[in-house]
């Protein structure tokens, strides 16, 4: 923290529960006032009934008074506290609400990009732990902040008015707290880093011991990996032992000095003193009667500590996360004509040093396949990737039907370009839902002919609940299947341009032919443009891009491009020498 | 949870253990003692006889005295146990981890366990004195008190007495409401994690879909259910510690009527009840207080119960004399087995010759890949036997199996050390030289030369720099290194370039030569060069049986697959006009 702007996003978190925060306080401070009042009316009830031991009368109308006070204040702090508590509770639950949401807001508008990365950790420790981490600043922190300090210094202020020199003893204890609090908390920042370090050690231990168990056991190495765990697990095991005698010596001190029996003596001690130097019996009970409670609550803080200091990391984490610039939209939106994809001296960068992309310039026409292809690292993904604006371009323009992509509204750009890549990507949700996910007003019998076209309906029918069968419950399809249930979602969506990856036609051996059938299918009429692996897939294109370094090398259609003798027929040379070895006699290549 | 932590302890440690509660039982009676002992000391001060009041204040100042030494004990024993527990944890978790079956680790359990390993056997270790020895302060000093005041006013320690029974029922409703509660807001939170990273990682294809779409609404149901169940709660959190803490009021309200009554009446002496009230207003914090910590306990009971559940699985039965196979075939009889409702092998039988390859082949979900499992002792049938050169899998015993089946997954998993040492981990007890020459008969010098560093490249976590093919072509080397007489082979189904094809198809020649492989085929040049091949029929039998050329020669199902294969490898991408 500290920069404006990182402020201002604390305060924006907070937004929601600002409302409460006034009702946290003012009911804290009541709660704290009104804890320290029984005290005071035993203190006054002694008063009242002391005379009797000297055969006085007592006033019995006083005493009924100060009993009706003291029950009246018990629950009126009971009550205020617990009302300070469900109120901050309750703030809390809406601030949960509340960052989700936004979490939520602004993984939909982050560049797809940013979805390539794992990002599955990062978001799955956002919701869960960040945001339950801030319970305790929300819930529990201003409500114990207000009690440690308030019921002291109610508490202070009454003994000094009644009787200074027990004011004084009762100092002591809380002064004895926070020195050695202070001792104890030296060094306590390189302590927990520390902590951190073995616990990643032996967390990183754990999981290669479990996840290398089954290749361990079957050499016989059992003993490598298991001795690994152990070195880690002593290293852990000592580290927490020397930090425990550490702070412990100091806690203990702590917990020993402000003890309620260690307390009580010391003031009864400076209590007799003074009676004996004439005070009167009854001015030194309040200093026995509050005094004992005084670092109570201050002891508590200490050890909710630990839990503040999770709750600023989550804070800063969350703050990171909101902080990361979402895709750009574009001020006066620009409507697409037609469906023609062009590139104009485009170039890309993912760091902003290293270009991998260089002045790549081309057009794809509607109804024409546009492969590219070239080897791995030739940026032949990355570029495919630009056209649905997974990332902007570096320098020059992609632009579909005229319009920059960056000009277009999300919503008319995605109604233009569709996509299917490898990674498949299905809720948890009915197959139906599934399918019209992108056209949730599709019609049944739209639904059917999507998926029929990508040969998936009959499978769909052998599940006992057909299309409302949900994915991952009741439907558990194999990776082939699961691709054909994004082609006919992207058949129903139909997308007038189309990015494809050619791998996804063999995500699954087993259905092989059945997911080129669908691949066929959503092709047609569409401008194409296909990432290519095999080429023997593509030599049918239209129009093939050989890129290189980033740069396109060569361009033209299969046979142009043969009879051209250049890096593409030396790479069809090649592929067709290891394609035969790899193909069993009688199978064309 | 005390019953838990000792059982998982050592000698040492339980001694400790027993020793830390002693001194905190110590602790929490001296001090309910320190506490009864104002009454004759304020009742001393009040009538002005301050000889006497001298007197209890250094009887109370001694008990003050015992109190802290037993304090400062319970604390140093403590800090022995809570390590002496960590350690004993720790070790018996590492232990268990090594006996438990292959099975268990069919799911990814790394995440579980390495949490157990870390927060929880820690929370667990550190529970008795963080969070046992206040809860037990709560009660015993309380206790004493209570017991205590019998000797100074019979009447109104009964009448606080009568409200124990009261206290105890409340603590009890309000547990046993929040751990069904809190287990309802634990389904939710998984329910809503779940829903967000889903819906994070099906972002692209949610772009393209509008507003208020229909992942929307799913993950908006589930912030909601969750927002419900939180909600739900505090409602009965807030409202059974309300309910006790008000009782605990009760109680003290009880005393300060009663006594201001019978004080007034004069039957109680004015010094006696203010001595008591004295006592009642301190006494009841800690009870109040340890409501609270309830929750500590649940934490520390769920890190104990994971702990208990892997000591009470079920290792595989062992044969007492191990019985030698007399050759490398494998036979399966009438197997039936599954993973839990529906089997997914019926009655399936199979001799696989010793020596030579058999192919699988099948649709997905037709038990490929269960058949290997079951050879390598993974798991036993629930019906039928699967033999190992004419013996019983049970009766040669997991260790046998171990060493004579090299296993070649899909999942294959590298330690993040150099490429050579994973391979290495086949036998150890082979020269550089040896395992760079098994390595390359695999093709893994490929990888090395592509590596800036060769041989001793790492492979990162997990292998994470090697693609999937690279890293089945270093499990490979190792089966080759290890030299075992059965190799087990789950072909990678991911598209393979061209290159990584070739490869993995000169390891596997490499590797077949004089052993019994089985393979989980989808290469066209694995399954046609076979010696026999298995087609499943993906209702837990076999279809047909045969070599190649003899299948193909019967024009059955499995001419019908090879024709649709050998098609799909010409296939073009050209719209249809």
């Known amino acids: 923290m500290g920069t404006t702007s990182e402020q201002a996003d604390a305060e924006g978190f907070f937004a929601p529960v600002r409302g409460s925060l006034a009702a946290i306080v003012a009911l804290s401070v009541v709660g704290a006032v009104s804890s320290v009042v029984p005290f005071i009316a035993v203190v006054e009830l002694a008063r009242t009934l002391l005379p009797a031991l000297d055969g006085e009368a007592v006033d019995t109308g006083r005493v009924w008074t100060i009993v009706v006070i003291a029950v009246i204040a018990l629950f009126a702090g009971f009550g205020a506290a617990f009302a300070s508590g469900a109120v901050s509770h309750f703030a809390d639950a809406e601030l949960q609400l509340s960052l989700r949401r936004r979490i939520i807001r602004h993984l939909q508008r982050l560049p797809l990009g940013w979805f390539d990365a794992r990002s599955s950790g990062t978001v799955r420790k956002l919701v869960e732990n960040d945001v339950t981490a801030l319970h305790q600043l929300v819930a529990h922190t201003i409500q114990d902040v207000i009690t440690a300090v308030a019921v002291p210094v109610i508490g202070l202020v009454y003994l000094f008015a009644v009787e200074w020199r027990i004011a004084l003893a009762a100092l002591l204890p809380l002064v004895v707290t926070i020195v050695l609090y202070a001792m104890m908390m030296r060094g306590g920042a390189e302590q927990y880093r520390r902590y951190d370090q073995a616990t990643t050690r032996l967390s990183g231990a754990t999981v290669e011991f479990v996840h290398g168990i089954a290749v361990v056991k079957r050499f016989g190495q059992l003993g490598r990996s298991h001795r690994r765990y152990r070195e880690a697990m002593r290293e852990y095991v000592d580290f927490i032992g020397q930090w425990t005698r550490d702070t412990a010596l100091w806690f203990t001190a702590i917990e020993v000095a402000t003890s309620p029996a260690v307390v009580l003596a010391w003031l009864l001690a400076v209590g007799l003193w003074l009676v004996e130097a004439g005070a009167a019996p009854i001015d030194v009970l309040p200093g026995v009667l509050l005094g004992l409670g005084l670092s109570g609550p201050l002891m508590k803080l200490g050890s909710s500590a630990q839990f503040l200091r999770n709750a600023t990391k989550a804070q800063a984490s969350l703050a990171d996360f909101l902080a990361l610039p979402p895709v750009p939209q574009p001020d006066s939106p620009q409507e697409p004509a037609g469906a023609d994809v062009g590139l104009d001296r485009v170039a890309f960068s993912y760091d902003g040093e290293h270009r991998v992309l260089h002045d790549i310039t081309a057009t794809c026409r509607p109804g024409t396949v546009t492969a590219l292809v070239g080897a791995s690292g030739s940026g032949k993904s990355t570029l495919a990737k630009l056209v649905p604006r997974f990332y902007d371009a570096t320098a020059g323009e992609v632009a579909i039907g005229g319009a920059d992509v960056r000009d277009t509204a999300s919503a008319d750009l995605y109604r233009r370009v569709g996509f299917v890549f490898q990674d498949v990507q299905l809720l948890r949700a009915s197959l139906r839902d599934n399918i019209r996910l992108t056209r949730p007003d599709a019609a049944d019998e739209q639904i059917e002919r999507a998926a029929r076209a990508a040969q998936i309906h009959d499978r769909i029918m052998r599940f006992p609940r057909g299309y409302d069968s949900v994915v991952g419950e009741d439907a558990n399809l194999s990776g082939g299947e699961a691709q054909r249930v994004t082609i006919a979602r992207a058949l129903l969506a139909d997308p007038p341009v189309l990015v494809l990856d050619e791998a996804t036609a063999f995500a699954d051996p087993d259905s092989e032919a059945a997911i080129q059938y669908a691949l066929s299918a959503l092709a047609a009429d569409r401008t194409v443009l296909v990432i290519a692996h095999r080429l023997h897939t593509v030599t049918g294109a239209d129009q093939i891009l050989v890129l290189d370094g980033g740069r396109i090398a060569e361009r033209g259609t299969h046979a142009e491009l043969l009879a051209r003798q250049g890096r593409y027929a030396r790479m069809w040379a090649d592929y067709r020498a290891n394609h035969a070895r790899s193909l069993p006699e009688g199978a064309r290549g | ?577």
């Open chain 2, 1 to 577: 949870m005390i019953r838990r932590l000792l059982h998982h302890s050592t000698p040492k440690a339980r001694r400790l253990l027993i020793a830390e509660l002693a001194f905190i039982v110590a602790t929490a009676v001296l001090q309910g003692v320190v506490f009864l002992m104002l009454v004759p000391l304020l009742q001393a001060l009040f009538t002005g006889d301050t000889a006497a009041a001298r007197t209890w204040l250094l009887a109370l100042a001694a008990t003050a005295a015992a109190c802290a030494a037993a304090h400062w004990t319970a604390s140093q024993i403590g800090m022995r146990a809570s390590t002496a527990v960590l350690d004993s944890l720790l070790t018996r978790l590492g232990d268990r981890l090594v006996e438990l079956p292959i099975a268990w680790y069919a799911t990814d359990r790394s995440g579980q366990t390495t949490q157990l390993a870390t927060h929880g056997a820690m929370f667990a270790a550190s529970a008795p004195y963080a969070v046992l020895r206040l809860i037990l302060a709560g009660f015993i000093t309380p206790g004493t008190v209570l017991a205590g005041m019998y000797l100074f006013d019979w009447r109104l320690a009964l009448a606080m007495t009568a409200t124990v029974p009261v206290m105890w029922l409340v603590f009890r409703w309000l547990r046993r409401g929040m751990e069904r509660d809190d287990a309802e807001h634990a389904a939710a939170v998984a329910e809503t994690s779940n829903r967000v990273i889903e819906f994070a990682r099906a972002q692209p294809a949610l772009r393209t879909a509008a507003d208020g779409s229909i992942a929307d609404r799913l993950v908006e149901d589930a912030l909601q259910r969750q927002h419900r169940a939180y909600r739900g709660l505090l409602v009965t959190g807030g409202a059974g510690i309300a309910t006790f803490t008000g009782v605990v009021q009760l109680a003290l309200t009880v005393v300060i009527v009663l006594g201001a009554y019978l004080a007034v009446g004069g039957s109680l002496e004015p010094a006696t009840f203010i001595a008591l009230l004295v006592l009642g207003v301190r006494f009841t914090e800690p009870i109040a207080n340890s409501g609270a910590l309830g929750g500590g306990v649940a934490i520390a009971n769920t890190a104990l119960g994971q702990l208990d559940e892997l000591l009470a699985l079920e290792p595989l039965p062992e044969p007492a004399r191990p019985r030698e196979p007399q050759d490398w075939s494998i036979a399966f009889e009438d197997v039936t087995f599954g993973y839990g409702a529906d089997p997914v092998l019926r009655d399936l039988s199979f001799t696989a010759p010793s020596g030579r390859m058999t192919a699988i082949v099948g649709p997905s979900g037709s038990g490929k890949t269960t058949v290997t499992k079951l050879v390598a002792r993974f798991y036993d049938p629930e019906r039928g036997t699967v033999r190992i050169g004419g013996v019983p899998v049970p009766e040669l015993g997991t260790a046998a199996v171990e060493a004579a089946v090299a296993p070649v997954f899909q999942d294959v998993y590298l330690f993040d050390d150099t490429i050579l040492n994973n391979v290495w981990i086949g036998n150890p007890a082979l020269s550089r030289d040896e395992v760079i020459a098994a390595a390359t008969r695999a093709r893994v010098d490929e990888i090395a030369d592509r590596l800036p560093d060769g041989w001793d490249a790492r492979v990162g976590e997990g292998g994470s720099n090697l693609s999937g093919g690279e890293r089945q072509r270093v499990s490979i080397a190792r089966a080759l290194l290890k030299d075992a007489p059965i190799v087990l082979l789950d072909e990678a189904t991911s598209a393979l370039d061209i290159g990584n094809e070739i490869a993995i198809g000169d390891a596997i020649d490499a590797a077949r030569e004089g052993r019994t492989m089985i393979v989980v085929a989808h290469r066209l040049q694995t399954i046609m060069t076979a010696d026999q091949i298995l087609m499943l029929d993906g209702e837990g039998g076999i279809r047909e049986s045969g070599t190649h050329a003899e299948l193909l020669a019967a024009d059955g199902a499995y001419a019908r697959y090879w024709r649709e294969r050998v098609d799909a490898t010409g296939w073009q991408l050209t719209p249809t006009r």
